[in-house]
C-alpha cells in the first residue's frame, strides 16, 4: 500500500498500528486491514525519513566511524578550551599580583597538573553519561540516523511553507545523535563542574599540593615553622581563589559552545578533517623552523630531533602530530574509506612530513645557496 507523501524534506508519516491479516470466521475469506500512519509531521526521537515526504523509519544502526570521529572532536575541544582555561587564568592572576603574595613557580606547575586530571575526569564523564542516556539506553554503544546533506543539522530551515495556511513543523534531530550528545555532553560537564570540581580539586592538591603535616608515632605533630604554615594556608587560599574563577568561566563557555553547535555543527562536521590536518601541518613546519634557526641558523638538520628530545617542546610536537593524524583519518573516512584497520597506517602522514622537511631543507639551506651563488659569479682566472 502506497502512503501519501508529505511536503517538506523532513516531514514524515509516523506508523501508529502494523498491517493485520485475518480470516473472517463466516465466509472463511482472507481480510487484510491495512497500516494506519498518523498525519504528516516531525519524525519522533531516533527516526528519520530516508525519502522526500515518506515514512520514519527507526535508526537502528550503530553510529558510523566518521560519526565516533566527529562527537571526539567535540570531546577534544572541551579538554583543550578546559586546559588553557585553567592555564590563562592561573598564569594571568599570578602575573598581576604583587610580588610577596605570588605562588611559587614549583606550586604553580603542580596546580595546573591538577586541574589538568580533574578537567580530563569531567569531560570524560559527562562523554560516559550522554552515551548511557541515548539510545540503546544504558550501553556506551549509540545508534545513528546518518548524515546525508548538511540540511541535516539544519531541520528547522527546511519546514514546508504553503501558499495559504500555516506549514507543518518538521523539526527533528535527522542527525541523530550528533547534536543531542553534544548537548547532553555540555550539559553534564557543567553539573560535574558545579558539583565536584571545587572537591576534586582541594583533594588533590590535598595529596599533591598542600599535604598536611606529618605526625611522629607517639601523637605528637612535628614542629613546623610559622612561615611555611603561612606560606601553606597562602597557597590553599590562592587555589580556592583560582577554581572559582574556572567554575565561572566555564559556566558562560559551555552553553555559548552549546548555541555555537547548534548553529555550526552541520558546517563543523564537514570540514573538521581539512581544518585539523592544516593546523597540524602549519604547527608542525613552523615549529620544525624556528627550532632549527633558534639552534644552528643556517643549518636545520637537528631540528626534527629537538623536537622529540626537548620536554618541553615533546607535548606541542605530540599534539600537532596527533592534529595531523587524526585529520588524516577523518579525511579518508569521508571519502568513504571506513575500513578501521587501516587507521594506524594513514596515522604515518606526520612521520613523512617531518621526513619531506628534513631532506628538502638539506638541499635549499641558504649557506650552500649562498656559496654556490658566490662560486658560480666568481672571476675565472
Given at each position: ?37 498518523s498525519e504528516c509531521g516531525a519524525c519522533p526521537r531516533a527516526h528519520r525519513t530516508h525519502t522526500h515526504g515518506g515514512v520514519c523509519e527507526p535508526c537502528e544502526s550503530y553510529v558510523d566511524f566518521f560519526g ?314
Amino acid at each position: 500500500m502506497s502512503v501519501p507523501l508529505c511536503a517538506g524534506w523532513y516531514c514524515g508519516r509516523t506508523l501508529l498500528e502494523q498491517s493485520q491479516e485475518y480470516t473472517n470466521p463466516i465466509s472463511g475469506e482472507s481480510i487484510t486491514k491495512a497500516a494506519v500512519f498518523s498525519e504528516c509531521g516531525a519524525c519522533p526521537r531516533a527516526h528519520r525519513t530516508h525519502t522526500h515526504g515518506g515514512v520514519c523509519e527507526p535508526c537502528e544502526s550503530y553510529v558510523d566511524f566518521f560519526g565516533i570521529l566527529f562527537l571526539l572532536v567535540q570531546v577534544f575541544l572541551l579538554l583543550c578550551f578546559s586546559q588553557a582555561q585553567g592555564l590563562l587564568i592561573a598564569t594571568n592572576r599570578e602575573r598581576n599580583r604583587p610580588p610577596d603574595s605570588k605562588l611559587p613557580p614549583k606550586d604553580l606547575v603542580t596546580l595546573h597538573r591538577v586541574f589538568s586530571i580533574v578537567f580530563v575526569l569531567e569531560t570524560t564523564l559527562g562523554a560516559l553519561l550522554a552515551c548511557l542516556c541515548l539510545l540503546p539506553t544504558g550501553s556506551v554503544h549509540l545508534y545513528g540516523c546518518g548524515v546525508k546533506r548538511v540540511a541535516d543539522f539544519y531541520t528547522w530551515a527546511h519546514n514546508p511553507l504553503p501558499p495559504c495556511g500555516h506549514g507543518n513543523d518538521c523539526v527533528s534531530e535527522a542527525a541523530y545523535p550528533l547534536i543531542s550528545w553534544v548537548l547532553l555532553l555540555d550539559f553534564f560537564c557543567v553539573l560535574a563542574c558545579v558539583l565536584f570540581r571545587r572537591a576534586g580539586v582541594a583533594f588533590l592538591c590535598r595529596k599533591m599540593l598542600h599535604p598536611p603535616p606529618k605526625r611522629n608515632q607517639g601523637d605528637q605533630a612535628s614542629p613546623i615553622s610559622e612561615y611555611a604554615e603561612q606560606q601553606r594556608l597562602h597557597v590553599i587560599k590562592r587555589r580556592k581563589e583560582i577554581t572559582a574563577a574556572t567554575v565561572r568561566h566555564t559556566l558562560y563557555a559551555l552553553p555559548v559552545h552549546a548555541v555555537w553547535h547548534v548553529l555550526c555543527g552541520g558546517l563543523v562536521y564537514y570540514v573538521f578533517p581539512y581544518v585539523l590536518a592544516l593546523v597540524g601541518t602549519v604547527g608542525l613546519t613552523y615549529m620544525q623552523c624556528a627550532v632549527a634557526r633558534r639552534d644552528q641558523p643556517y643549518n636545520f638538520g637537528g631540528g626534527g630531533k629537538e623536537l622529540f628530545v626537548n620536554s618541553s617542546l615533546r607535548p606541542v610536537t605530540l599534539l600537532m602530530y596527533f592534529l595531523v593524524s587524526f585529520g588524516t583519518v577523518a579525511t579518508v573516512s569521508q571519502l568513504g574509506y571506513q575500513r578501521v584497520e587501516y587507521a594506524p597506517i594513514y596515522a604515518l602522514g606526520p612521520g613523512l612530513l617531518i621526513l619531506f622537511f628534513q631532506v628538502t631543507e638539506r638541499c635549499t639551506t641558504p649557506s650552500k645557496v649562498m656559496s654556490q651563488m658566490h662560486y658560480l659569479h666568481a672571476p675565472q682566472h
